[in-house]
Each structure stands twice: as structure tokens, then as C-alpha cells.
């Protein structure tokens, strides 16, 4: 019996999770890796994110979107699993709008940081 957690999450594009997992300072690993669990157990991940305890936690794609996949029991992060997908959805999201506004032609002009921990940002384009 598996001891796998796999939770569903609304992110798609690997490069602005990985973008946002380095934001956070959390190390991580490109995969295919194999995401270590209870008895041995092994679930394949695209990122691999190790834990000092030999318990890892991993990001795996569904054919929609990656889903954290791991052994919750043995959770070691200085975040609830909810406070660590807030984080890493938060910086995810910054960077899908940075990357589609850029697309778009608009420049960042001026970002700030809110008191609620929400990102303030002000883009602007010139038009021809």
C-alpha cells in the first residue's frame, strides 16, 4: 500500500515552477527522478525536492498539470503543506504573468510588495 500523497495543484508550466521554487530558496532536482517514500517506496517526479530525513517530495506531471506528490507523514519543511503551495503558487503565478505580459510587450515598471504578502505590480506598454 502506498503511503504517496498526491495533491492537485493549478500549475502547468514547468519553467515558472522551477523558477518559482528557486525564488524560495528551496533546492531542488530536474527529472525524471525517483521521489523516496515509506519502505523504499518510489514515485517518479519531474522535480525532485529532498528532504534531510530520506523522505523526499516531488512534483508530477498528470497529462493537466503537476501535482506535489509525497509521504506526508513524513513532511519536513518549515511550512504546513498548505503554506508551501501558497508560496510556491504565489511565485508561480508572478512568473506566468511576467512571462505572458512580456509576450505581450509590457515592461515591469514598478512592483511592491504588500502588507497582506500579496505582489503589487505596475506594467506598462508603449504604444506605436
Do not use: C
Not at 517526479?45 to 498528470?62: K, M, P, R, T, V
Not at 518549515?78 to 505580459?101: C, D, K, W
Not at 512580456?102 to 508603449?126: K, M, N, P
Amino acid at each position: 500500500m502506498s503511503h504517496f500523497s498526491q495533491i492537485k495543484t493549478q500549475i502547468r508550466d514547468l519553467t515558472a515552477l522551477q523558477s518559482a521554487l528557486t525564488d524560495l530558496g528551496i533546492q531542488w532536482k530536474s527529472g525524471p527522478q525517483a521521489v523516496r517514500g515509506y519502505r523504499g517506496q518510489t514515485h517518479m517526479a519531474e522535480i525532485l525536492i529532498e528532504q534531510e530525513n530520506g523522505y523526499d517530495i516531488g512534483f508530477s506531471h498528470n497529462n493537466q498539470s503537476y501535482e506535489l506528490v509525497a509521504d506526508l507523514q513524513y513532511w519536513q519543511q518549515p511550512l504546513s503543506v498548505q503554506g508551501f503551495l501558497n508560496s510556491i503558487t504565489q511565485r508561480y503565478a508572478y512568473h506566468t504573468v511576467m512571462q505572458e505580459t512580456g509576450r505581450q510587450g509590457f515592461q515591469l515598471a514598478e512592483q511592491q510588495q504588500q502588507q497582506d504578502g500579496s505582489i503589487r505590480l505596475v506594467l506598462q506598454r508603449w504604444a506605436a
